[in-house]
């Protein structure tokens, strides 16, 4: 944009007759159409007027209507900007605390430096711009023209720091090259919408970072009788927010036509950076399982991470006093990792299995009701497959034994045979090598019970509760990144920071110790993995 204010400017100096204006400037729409009705008469009287246009959308229909609006006989469109290749694109689901997430983003890791955050809900916006205090500017629908010119005026001149935007100004207007950081608290209208505003951050070639949130809420079609482009763009805006598998960067420039970029992973992006292999898997029966057991909890009024957990196996407190342990359907996706288990409840989601009538920022507390198409899944022709991140120790077992369900505790007497305790060494404790879920139980029981002498601790759930050493025994990880992964996804917090803390601590003072566990546990025929 910098050159093109250039080009202008180097008109204006030549006497050169130049009308400016941005396409896509909705709050500046009518100023627009005026200055397209200015330079159609002057285009007429003179015939000789070299006209440029700046627009932040380059879709074709977009662009031809401009060219029909000014008449005019041959065009060619330029692209001013690339994604820059230093830019990390990130997506995250949204949850009630989406404010304090986004301050502490911007705290943690840009404080004091410049960036953008767009942000459609007013509420929202107002908790944003009150906890980044002076150093912020909000320009909402209901600011005025002095408050936006000013707001503008002093993110340019850097006297403000963040600029948070509901309504979308000219992309033009709020261009700034040093911008580190972009935000969206909602998806943009579609993946073309936010190729452009991606565009914004990183201009100067430095690291910067775009972060978009959404809820599955905002990617179901709630309309049936949207033409069919609408669903494709709602299709690829769904499909770029719920990819775990594939470079973002690659799949963002998919989706603007860019062929050049297909295979240019950009090893940034938070696709790239977890460094999972995803596979296809044939998830039909856990689908058809998962239904049922919506369909079974409808009058218990039951949430969405209730049902997860039911699925999964865990048999919590709350499990336990609902007597839901007993059902047919508990367990019924224990041989699946959590977050594929997750996974799975959204796509039903979006294909109107269940429903919701709450908030939806507040997902997991969802209360879960069986949506139109619940009897889908029991059609002979239903058929769901989805790309996971692969688990080859599960994948490879099928599902653990029933000796020793997934997140079964010890609260219950029958089940103290597995209980067995003694201090022995860490390579002592898994020597045998032996693919037993049940016997690295006790191995991890036993090195538990040494940590606690060492170090002198009150209780064994100082160390690790049954929870988390039975997802462990089971789910056998090698590396510290699925160990605090399962850490974190067992701990009792509900806060992310909190549990992010918990699993890291807990890593540093024993996570090496049980890891060995797993390792030396692992079968020969796995250990080359």
């Known amino acids: 944009m910098a050159r093109i204010n250039t080009m202008i400017a180097e008109c204006y100096e030549s006497k050169l007759d130049v009308q400016n ?20 008469k002057k ?74 955050v767009f942000c459609q809900r007013r509420k929202i916006g107002d908790m944003i711009l009150t906890q980044l205090g002076n150093s912020a500017r909000y320009v909402h629908t209901d600011s005025n023209r002095e408050d936006t010119e000013k707001a503008l005026l002093e993110w340019h001149s850097g006297k403000i720091k963040v600029l948070i935007l509901t309504n979308e100004l000219g992309l033009s207007t709020i261009y700034k090259a040093e911008t580190r950081f972009l935000i969206h608290g909602e998806p943009p209208e579609d993946l073309e919408t936010y190729y452009h505003h991606a565009c914004l951050a990183g201009g100067d070639g430095k690291p ?93 009024d039951k949430t969405l991470r209730y049902c997860q957990e039911v699925f999964a196996g865990k048999c919590t407190a709350q499990v336990r006093k609902n007597g839901v342990h007993e059902s047919v359907h508990f367990g019924a996706g224990s041989h699946l990792p959590f977050d594929c288990i997750e996974q799975l409840f959204e796509e039903l989601y979006l294909m109107d299995i269940w429903k919701h009538f709450q908030d939806v920022d507040d997902w997991d507390n969802l209360i879960v009701k069986p949506g139109s198409a619940v009897l889908r899944t029991q059609d002979k022709s239903f058929r769901l497959t989805m790309k996971v991140r692969d688990n080859p120790q599960l994948s490879r077992r099928g599902t653990p034994p029933s000796t020793l369900p997934l997140y079964r505790d010890d609260s ?16 002592e404790a898994a020597g045998d090598g032996k693919d037993c879920p049940m016997e690295v139980f006790s191995a991890m029981k036993a090195l538990r019970l040494q940590l606690q002498i060492e170090l002198g601790l009150a209780g064994p759930e100082e160390v690790l509760d049954d929870q988390t050493l039975q997802y462990l025994s089971v789910a056998r990880p090698l590396d510290f990144r699925e160990f605090k992964r399962i850490v974190k996804e067992c701990s009792s917090l509900s806060m992310p920071e909190k549990q992010d803390k918990y699993a890291e601590e807990k890593w540093n003072r024993f996570g090496q110790r049980f890891l060995n566990v797993c390792i030396v546990a692992r079968p020969p025929s796995h250990a080359s993995e």
């Not at 009630?96 to 705290?107: E, L, P, Q, S």
């Not at 669903?231 to 420039?253: E, F, I, M, T």
């Open 412 to 427: 219950d007497s029958a089940e103290s045979s597995f209980t067995e305790e003694g201090a022995l060494l860490d390579k």
């Open 43 to 116: 285009q007429l009287q003179l015939n000789k007027i070299p006209i440029m246009v700046v627009t932040s959308d380059r879709r074709p229909p977009v662009l031809d209507k401009i060219a029909n609006n000014f008449r005019l006989g041959g065009w060619t469109a330029y692209n001013q900007f690339p994604v820059p290749e230093s830019l990390r694109l990130c997506v995250s689901r949204r949850t009630i605390t989406i404010a304090r997430d986004i301050v502490k983003f911007i705290h943690s890791a840009h404080h004091g430096e410049h960036g953008l």
């Open 21 to 40: 204006a941005d396409a896509n400037c909705l709050g500046q729409m009518m100023a627009f159409v005026t200055a397209q009705a200015d330079t159609r």
């Open 208 to 300: 910067a970072d775009a972060i978009l949130y959404y809820s599955c809420s905002d990617l179901k079609d709630h309309s049936s009788g949207r033409i069919a482009t609408a669903r494709h763009r709602q299709h690829v805006l769904q499909s770029y927010c719920r990819n775990k598998s594939h470079c973002r960067r690659v799949g963002l420039l998919q989706a603007v036509g860019k062929l050049e970029a297909y295979t240019k992973k950009c090893n940034l992006c938070d696709a790239c950076d977890q460094g999972y292999k995803f596979v296809e898997r044939d998830l039909t029966k856990e689908a058809r399982k998962a239904a049922e057991l919506i369909r079974e909890l409808d009058s218990k």
